[in-house]
């Protein structure tokens, strides 16, 4: 790394930062589910109280297309740096709330009310945090590394996914399933309230981008809504681009513990031990592909791995299926996470590139919050209806082979938008 490129270290570790506390809190959700699900929505029915868990973890997403209309429009006119700080204190108080509720035998349906509404709140900052980090990262790269350095969004909140999964193989060595179950997952919950005062001091003496204060006029909310609004072609064509990166990254990250223990009937350990790899790999293989898409172009790369998901997702799924084992997921799981990251790498530095720049932020986040609230979020509770629906453990393969299908045409479509590598 050159001199200009170490230079840009501690901005990248500044605004990385917060991704990861958001990723994390959401992990953290998606693998105590059934555990969670116990605590706040007890039921006769398993299948129906799991549903309600995975449901309110969906629901938080639902807030993230409105978190991306007023706070992207708040950042595209205050400041990259402003709006950084002000999602992580909104996501902030949605953790600590989720964290310190007492479980339905103790206040009753006060439980379940409080713990979607910290659901949402934590929606409504993610909303943006992702557009915020990755714009800011398109706009401090240095020339011809733009996919490398916005791949480091994706990548720090792969560490969150390794950092959760190991915590909670820990955890699981630790502590009796009955304990874990009992009160041992909101371990993990206070483990994310005690990171909070570090990064907020990170993120303090962030610096705002160049490129954001050169620009002579900063448009306010009504006029950004306007122009994110005569921009809805971009905007909808960017939601069926995010929907293969969203759902196959909540497939292969949050809704692997669940999957593994309720449809494959594997131990927990080992479902968590796969995630800790899948996140490991993730966070290797981003940044190479990023900086491949510098090379090469991004929209081969999302051709190329839309297409081999497509092929492969459902063949995948049920050799998986056909004969469970944890060596058998593994395989499947770094499979899905080199088809995931090889897309993302591409995908989301072309997503900052193809929105006009006086709406970067506010475009980027809608379009990817839209995905995420309509396919991502609610991809563990889609997977679990179709196995049950289906009666078929494979399901999850298809509904995998949908998004690259919405992934495909997405690209197909973008002909001619967009940079496609590096600066020119």
């Given at each position: 790394?050159?001199q200009?490129?170490?230079?840009k270290?501690?901005p990248?570790?500044?605004?990385a930062?917060?991704?990861?506390?958001?990723?994390?809190?959401?992990?953290?959700?998606?693998?105590?589910?059934?555990?969670?699900?116990?605590?706040?929505?007890?039921a006769?029915?398993?299948?129906?109280?799991?549903?309600?868990s995975l449901?309110?973890?969906?629901?938080?997403?639902l807030?993230?297309?409105?978190?991306?209309?007023?706070?992207?429009a708040?950042?595209?006119?205050?400041?990259?740096?402003?709006?950084?700080?002000?999602?992580l204190?909104?996501?902030?108080?949605?953790?600590?709330?989720i964290?310190c509720v007492?479980?339905y035998?103790?206040?009753?349906?006060?439980a379940?009310?409080?713990?979607v509404?910290?659901?949402l709140?934590?929606?409504?900052s993610?909303?943006?945090?992702?557009?915020?980090?990755?714009v800011?990262?398109?706009?401090?790269?240095?020339?011809?590394?733009?996919?490398?350095?916005?791949?480091?969004?994706?990548?720090?909140?792969?560490?969150?996914?390794?950092?959760?999964a190991?915590?909670?193989?820990?955890?699981?060595?630790?502590?009796?399933?009955?304990?874990m179950?009992?009160?041992?997952?909101?371990?993990p919950l206070?483990?994310?309230?005690?990171?909070?005062p570090?990064?907020?001091?990170?993120r303090?003496?962030?610096?705002?981008?160049?490129?954001?204060k050169?620009?002579?006029?900063?448009?306010?909310?009504?006029?950004?809504?306007?122009?994110?609004?005569?921009?809805?072609?971009?905007?909808?064509?960017?939601?069926?681009?995010?929907?293969?990166?969203?759902?196959?990254?909540?497939?292969?990250t949050?809704?692997?513990?669940?999957?593994?223990?309720a449809?494959?009937?594997?131990?927990p350990?080992?479902?968590?031990?796969?995630t800790?790899?899948?996140?490991?790999?993730?966070?290797?293989l981003l940044?190479?592909?990023g900086?491949?898409?510098?090379?090469?172009?991004?929209?081969?790369?999302?051709?190329?791995?839309?297409?081999?998901?497509?092929?492969?997702?459902?063949p995948?799924m049920s050799?998986?299926?056909s004969?469970?084992s944890?060596?058998r997921?593994l395989?499947?799981e770094?499979?899905?996470s080199?088809?995931y990251?090889?897309?993302?790498?591409?995908?989301?530095?072309?997503?900052?590139?193809?929105?006009?720049?006086?709406?970067?932020?506010?475009?980027?986040?809608?379009?990817?919050?839209?995905?995420t609230?309509?396919?991502?979020?609610?991809?563990?509770?889609?997977?679990?209806?179709?196995?049950?629906a289906?009666d078929?453990?494979?399901m999850?393969?298809?509904w995998?082979?949908?998004?690259?299908?919405?992934?495909?045409?997405?690209?197909?479509?973008?002909?001619?938008?967009?940079?496609?590598r590096?600066p020119?």
């Open positions: 790394m050159g200009s490129g170490r230079s270290l501690l990248v570790i500044q605004v930062s917060g991704n990861f506390l958001e990723m994390y809190d959401f992990m953290v959700f998606g693998y105590y589910a059934s555990a969670i699900a116990r605590t706040f929505f007890p006769q029915n398993e299948f129906a109280s799991l549903m309600l449901t309110t973890f969906g629901a938080g997403f807030m993230r297309p409105l978190g991306a209309i007023f706070l992207g708040y950042i595209d006119h205050k400041g990259r740096r402003a709006g950084l700080l002000v999602t204190g909104l996501m902030s108080v949605g953790t600590l709330s964290a007492p479980g035998e103790s206040i009753g349906l006060f379940p009310v409080l713990v509404i910290g659901r709140l934590q929606g409504f993610a909303g943006v945090e992702l557009g915020g980090v990755s800011y990262l398109s706009e401090i790269a240095t020339p011809g590394h733009k996919g490398f350095y916005v791949s480091w969004q994706s990548a720090s909140q792969q560490l969150a996914v390794v950092f959760t190991s915590l909670g193989v820990l955890l699981s060595t630790w502590l009796p399933p009955e304990q179950t009992g009160w041992g997952w909101r371990i206070l483990v994310g309230c005690m990171i909070i570090l990064i907020f001091l990170l303090r003496s962030l610096q705002e981008t160049e490129d954001f050169s620009r002579p006029h900063h448009p306010g909310p009504s006029e950004i809504m306007r122009s994110v609004a005569a921009n809805w072609r971009i905007v909808l064509t960017g939601v069926l681009m995010v929907t293969m990166t969203t759902v196959s990254f909540y497939m292969i949050a809704y692997t513990p669940t999957f593994g223990s449809a494959l009937h594997l131990a350990i080992d479902n968590l031990t796969v800790f790899f899948v996140g490991l790999s993730n966070f290797c940044p190479v592909m900086a491949l898409s510098d090379r090469v172009g991004r929209r081969p790369l999302l051709i190329c791995f839309t297409v081999l998901a497509l092929i492969t997702a459902f995948a050799w998986l299926a004969a469970p944890f060596t997921l395989t499947v770094l499979w899905l080199f088809l990251a090889s897309y993302n790498g591409a995908m989301v530095v072309f997503l900052t590139e193809i929105m006009p720049s006086e709406v970067r932020t506010s475009g980027f986040s809608l379009a990817y919050s839209l995905a609230a309509i396919f991502g979020g609610f991809t563990p509770a889609i997977c679990t209806y179709l196995i049950h289906f078929s453990k494979a999850p393969g298809v995998l082979s949908f998004a690259a299908l919405c992934g495909l045409s997405a690209a197909l479509i973008t002909r001619g938008h967009g940079q496609g590096g020119r």
